[in-house]
């Protein structure tokens, strides 16, 4: 893999890992008030999970594996635990479990979409 395909499958996830650091960080993140924060981790860990099984995957030539695809649920699921932990750190947050669980349905939904949507190209 070359020097810049690496950089155009691993900028993103880092980039937007280092978007959720910066949101986790806020004591008020900037969400409007109709929009439920517990919902976002949906979403936000989708996303999340869908880059990393991109990155993880690197290729467009073959399907991408089950271990490939565990593997990013996993660091998913990892960097979850870790921004609840931070969070703990952080004025009026709390860490919560049941976010992280959230975290973890909604990077498994990101990882599943890669998946079936490389497996279908292949």
Known sequence: MTGRRALSL????VAYLAVIFALSSMSHAPVPKFIS???????????????LARALHGSW???PTL??????LLLTAFFGATDEIHQAFVPN????????GRDVIGGMAGVVLWW??????S
């Not at 947050?93 to 992280?100: A, H, Q």
């Open 93 to 100: 947050r709390l860490p919560d479990l049941v976010d992280l």
């Open 67 to 72: 271990s490939l695809m565990a593997l990013a």
């Open 116 to 121: 079936g949507w490389r497996w279908k190209r």
């Open 37 to 51: 924060q517990d919902l976002l981790h949906y979403p936000e860990y989708a996303l999340l999970g869908l880059l």
């Open 61 to 63: 030539d073959r399907p």
């Open 10 to 13: 691993w900028l993103p996830p």
